[in-house]
């Protein structure tokens, strides 16, 4: 980056652990202004610490349209010179079985992970406008496959995708380009509550739900529990976010990971009944 001109601006939501704060940190030590969003005062004074005194983190709840309003004009007022980057990264985790799944619960899962992202965006276009700059919506291999008792996820994910596509031949003319990552299993303390969280709906499940589902739900979360932390370090994700925010020409879409890779590969080669019969052996095994 030029020592001539301010550093170039970015923000990054979901700041407080795991991608995000790998976002930030890694950014911050790449010389960029980082914005990092946060929910908790205590967090964003974490972040601060570990980071240089460009990094200002900003409350955030992507959730909530003031929180977002407010967020983005603190930003405006810092950064008049606009926004270079905007990675919306915040995100949780809502897993059960569709026949059981609160509808409270689904659209919790959508209000964070679809329309946090668009209402940040939204908030954050003219910023964009003014520096040209990019959008980088963190996905998943969730995004692509939408294996079974992680459907709020799978949707929220997939509609992400649908989001990225249409935005980004939207906002084509303009110049401001959208890319999508897409991470297989990562390190990430999501895997810990995403499995408190089961635990608890699990144990909420009426007698019948129990009945049908309560074994192949204990073997999944067996085996998230065993992949949550198998994952890649959250740094991996970080470094193709620069990659995404700074190539001269970069891809729509990166995948991270070979589990993520397989993954979409062989669900996506695979007729759909055929994968269905993988999926039901992995599940049974
Ligand atoms: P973490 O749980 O570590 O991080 C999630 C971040 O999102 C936290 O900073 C959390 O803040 C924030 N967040 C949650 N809800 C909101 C909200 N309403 N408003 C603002 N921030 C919010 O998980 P990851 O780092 O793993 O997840 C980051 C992204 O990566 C997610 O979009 C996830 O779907 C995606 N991803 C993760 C994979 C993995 O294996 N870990 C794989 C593929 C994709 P707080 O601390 O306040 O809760």
């Not at 790449?30 to 409350?59: C, H, K, N, Y």
């Not at 995708?161 to 003319?173: K, Y």
């Not at 009945?211 to 529990?225: D, V």
Request: glycine share 10%; with cysteine; charged share 25%.
């Amino acid at each position: 980056m030029s020592d001539s001109r301010p550093p170039a601006s970015v923000l990054v939501t979901g700041a407080s652990s795991g991608i995000g704060q790998a976002c930030a940190q890694a950014l911050d030590a790449r010389g960029w202004r980082v914005f990092a969003g946060v929910r908790r005062e205590g967090a964003g004074q974490a972040l601060a610490e570990r980071a240089s005194e460009r990094l200002t983190p900003v409350a955030l709840d992507v959730s909530d349209g003031g929180s977002v309003a407010a967020a983005l004009a603190q930003i405006e007022r810092a950064a008049p010179e606009g926004l270079a980057g905007l990675v919306n990264n915040a995100g949780i985790a809502v897993s059960g079985p569709l026949e059981f799944t609160p509808l409270d619960e689904l659209r919790r899962q959508l209000e964070v992970n679809l329309v946090g992202q668009l209402a940040v965006t939204q908030a954050a276009l003219e910023l964009l406008r003014h520096a040209r700059g990019r959008i980088v919506n963190i996905s998943s291999v969730g995004g692509r496959t939408a294996l079974p008792f992680i459907g709020p996820y799978a949707a929220s994910k997939f509609g992400l995708e649908a989001l990225s596509d249409s935005l980004r031949r939207e906002l084509r003319p303009g110049g401001i380009d959208v890319v999508v990552i897409e991470p297989g299993t990562i390190a990430t303390p999501i895997w810990e509550k995403g499995d408190r969280e089961a635990t608890e709906l699990r144990e909420r499940l009426p007698p019948r739900g129990r009945e049908l589902y309560g074994r192949a739900l204990e073997r999944l979360q067996k085996m998230a529990r065993e992949r949550g932390e198998r994952g890649l370090p959250p740094e991996r994700v970080a470094a193709v976010v620069l990659r995404a925010l700074t190539a001269r020409r970069p891809r729509a879409r990166y995948v991270v990971g070979a589990d993520a890779r397989a993954q979409i590969a062989l669900l996506g080669l695979l007729p759909d009944r055929l994968g269905d019969r993988v999926v039901a052996r992995m599940l049974d095994a």
